[in-house]
């Protein structure tokens, strides 16, 4: 069945609140578009989970900084729309910036402290408040839902995840585990901007997680040691250049040292115009 597809907020609002009256629970996979497998996954878990499943796309200008292209971004609405339309989707939100931002110039923002601070956050500083604000806005939009996102973005949910309780904000969010191609790749709309030789290259990104992992697995506690052997390894790639890796607190973000409890392993790696993250969890049992 075609999906129906929607340019206007009060639209959406009506449709959604209509399910909703009728006793319907609504399912909510925010995308920035050029969708790929791993978008596919949060939709079919979203249909499996709830009765009416809406997708936006919309590549929000707040949450890309000086240096980075927003006009660059990899676009392509008629195959997305034909994905969304395999996975069973029933409504499409592509709303234009003029419909999400109508005076252009946003007032209001949304901050989340500690979460936001750390790894993107000191990479990238104006990231998390653009993602905030424009998620904010569309679980406004959409309203009380179930939220799929994923989980190769984990600093993103945990954004996410503290702005809705902090805000109480009437939405479920549910985080999805990443999808991979077969040589460990994390799936991302990044991965268009890799060349041929830069993508048989990225697979070190995960390598190297998966090596901190296994010295942590086989007793390292010293945060210092693990992140060295990553960035080493992502070092010796000529292809590459490390932005960080590091092992953190997985509900904090932080650092901890000895490493103890839940634990998760981020990397933000460059290669050429593309920059990739990825993470794994770990568990140091207390």
């Known amino acids: 069945m075609p999906v129906t597809i929607v340019t206007t907020i009060p639209e959406l609002r009506r449709q959604l609140d ?3 009256a009728v006793g319907q629970r609504v399912g909510f996979v925010p995308t920035m578009g050029y969708l790929h497998a791993g978008h596919a996954s949060l939709m079919a878990a979203a249909r499996a989970d ?3 499943v809406v997708t936006s796309i ?3 200008p707040l949450q890309f900084g000086p240096a980075e292209d927003l006009a660059a971004y990899p676009r392509d609405l008629e195959g997305d729309t034909a994905l969304v339309e395999a996975e069973g989707v029933d409504l499409l939100f592509v709303p234009s ?3 999400m931002y109508p005076d252009r110039a946003v007032r209001t923002t949304v901050t989340v402290g500690d979460v936001s601070a750390p790894l993107e956050g000191l990479a990238r500083p104006t990231h998390f408040a653009g993602v905030a ?5 569309l679980f406004a939009i959409v309203g009380p839902c179930r939220a799929y996102l994923g989980e190769k973005d984990f600093q993103q949910v945990a954004v996410v995840r503290q702005m809705v309780r902090d805000l109480s904000i009437p939405v479920e969010v549910v985080a999805c585990p990443t999808l991979r191609e077969p040589d460990g790749l994390a799936m991302s709309s990044r991965n268009a901007y890799l ?3 830069e993508r048989a290259a990225a697979p070190v990104v995960h390598a190297a997680l998966q090596v901190g992992r296994m010295a942590i697995d086989a007793g390292e506690r010293d945060p210092a040691e693990v992140r060295t052997l990553m960035a080493e ?6 292809l590459a250049e490390v932005d960080y ?3 953190v607190d997985a509900a904090t973000l932080q650092v901890v040292a000895p490493l103890v409890g839940e634990l998760r392993l981020l990397a933000a790696v460059r290669f050429g115009q593309a920059r990739l993250i990825d993470n794994l969890g770990a568990n140091v049992p207390s």
Not at 133 to 137: E, H, I, L, N, R
Not at 233 to 238: N, T, Y
């Open 18 to 20: 209509g399910a909703r």
């Open 50 to 52: 709830t009765d009416v």
């Open 58 to 60: 919309f590549v929000n």
């Open 97 to 99: 910036g003029a419909e």
């Open 133 to 137: 604000t424009v998620v904010a806005k």
């Open 195 to 197: 060349t041929d030789a």
């Open 233 to 238: 390894l992502i070092a010796a790639e000529p």
């Open 245 to 247: 890796a590091e092992v």
